[in-house]
């Protein structure tokens, strides 16, 4: 049996897979919303639960507020679905409008206010947890903790969490909140290795780190030493490695290596690329972004695979495209 989640301390009913809304609702226009969408989720949302998935992460923008729509549609339709899943959403990014340009804002007040937004999209009264998408350079440690206050204080979210933040900025906000942040999601995997280069090689200038990998530096230790969920958002790489999508000649050798690696344990290439994100001691949670019912079964195999320490160095030197230093 794998170790718990960190996750699991919070929401013991957390899977170890988790499943991202940002396909659903019908595309990333202002179209509104059909039954046929609605039917499209269901599909989506069955074959998660098929696989043991329970956590679905959305986020106020995906498909402009239709992601959260549909899923509410879906509760309708099975209202005893709300129970069967821990909810999770995340607001403060902002489009361009009349008072600015695209934009992130964590302002108390813009948070609650997003937040009262997705339920209602949502047609729930709460969110399992609520993170907050992106850093903002404006943002105030003393004002999101009040606004944390009010939203749990009204049972209105249970739980906090952030996303695409690094260490010093997790533990300058983390000071001033009355309970831990539970969750960080971060873009990881074997087409995002920034987050993993910070810890092997420290020197930008060693052999194959990408550039901006220093700024994740102490990140995954963080999250592992007070026990914060590493969730890894486009943990398949839109199908670099195990679709027909890659046109990288330098993505060949490690989507060879994936092809390989899942003819041996006989699954699917996405049952390996999840599974080496799962081998991590962090113990991540990837986030399954597919809006295919079929791979989002096919991801179900990472849970039956256990690759060997050089199974995974071998994926991980294949992905850089160069050895470790």
């Given at each position: 049996?794998?170790p718990a989640?960190p996750?699991?301390?919070?929401?013991?009913?957390t899977?170890?897979?988790?499943?991202g809304?940002m396909g659903l609702?019908?595309?990333?226009?202002?179209?509104?919303w059909t039954?046929a969408d609605v039917?499209h989720a269901q599909?989506?949302v069955?074959?998660?639960l098929d696989?043991g998935?329970?956590l679905?992460?959305?986020?106020?923008?995906?498909?402009f507020g239709?992601a959260e729509?549909?899923?509410g549609?879906?509760?309708k339709?099975?209202?005893?679905?709300?129970?069967?899943?821990?909810l999770q959403?995340?607001?403060g990014?902002?489009f361009?409008?009349?008072?600015g340009?695209?934009?992130?804002?964590?302002?108390?007040?813009y948070i609650?206010?997003a937040?009262?937004?997705?339920l209602?999209?949502?047609?729930?009264?709460r969110?399992?947890?609520?993170?907050?998408?992106?850093?903002?350079?404006?943002?105030?440690?003393?004002?999101?903790?009040e606004a944390?206050r009010?939203?749990?204080?009204a049972g209105?979210?249970?739980?906090?969490?952030?996303s695409?933040?690094?260490a010093g900025?997790m533990?300058?906000?983390g000071?001033?909140?009355a309970q831990?942040l539970?969750?960080?999601?971060?873009e990881?995997?074997?087409?995002h290795?920034?987050p993993l280069?910070a810890a092997t090689c420290f020197?930008?200038?060693?052999?194959g780190?990408?550039?901006?990998?220093?700024a994740w530096?102490?990140?995954?230790?963080?999250?592992?030493q007070?026990?914060i969920?590493?969730?890894?958002?486009?943990?398949?790489?839109r199908g670099?490695?195990?679709?027909?999508?890659?046109?990288d000649p330098?993505?060949?050798?490690?989507?060879?290596?994936v092809r390989?690696?899942?003819?041996r344990?006989?699954?699917?290439?996405?049952?390996i690329?999840l599974?080496?994100?799962?081998k991590?001691?962090?113990?991540?949670?990837?986030?399954?972004?597919?809006?295919n019912?079929?791979r989002?079964?096919?991801c179900?195999?990472?849970?039956?695979?256990q690759l060997?320490r050089?199974?995974?160095?071998?994926l991980y030197e294949?992905?850089?495209?160069a050895p470790?230093p």
């Open positions: 049996m794998s989640l996750l699991q301390q919070h929401l013991p009913m899977s170890r897979l988790a499943y809304c609702g019908g595309g990333w226009d202002r179209r509104p039954e039917d599909a989506c069955e074959a998660a696989i998935v329970t679905f992460d959305h986020a106020d923008i995906y498909t239709k729509s549909v899923f549609a879906l509760f339709r099975q209202p005893s679905l709300r129970e069967r899943v821990v959403s995340k607001c990014i902002r361009a409008d009349a008072d340009p695209k934009r992130y804002d964590l302002s108390g007040g609650v206010e937040v009262e937004a997705s209602k999209r949502l047609g729930t009264e969110l399992d947890i609520l993170l907050l998408h992106r850093p903002d350079p404006l943002m105030q440690p003393d004002e999101i903790a944390f009010l939203l749990r204080d209105k979210v249970a739980h906090f969490g952030v695409n933040m690094n900025q533990a300058w906000l000071h001033a909140l831990p539970v969750v960080n999601q971060l990881l995997g074997l087409g290795l920034e280069d020197n930008d200038r060693q052999a780190a990408r550039p901006g990998a220093l530096a102490g990140t995954m230790e963080h999250c592992q007070h026990g969920q590493l969730q890894a958002w486009s943990a398949l790489a670099r490695f195990s679709g027909e999508t890659a046109q330098a993505d060949e050798a490690a989507r060879t290596l390989e690696l899942a003819q344990h006989g699954v699917s290439t996405e049952g690329l599974a080496w994100l799962m991590h001691p962090a113990r991540i949670q990837p986030v399954i972004g597919s809006a019912p079929e989002i079964r096919a179900g195999d990472a849970l039956r695979v060997s050089g199974e995974w160095y071998a294949a992905a850089r495209g470790l």
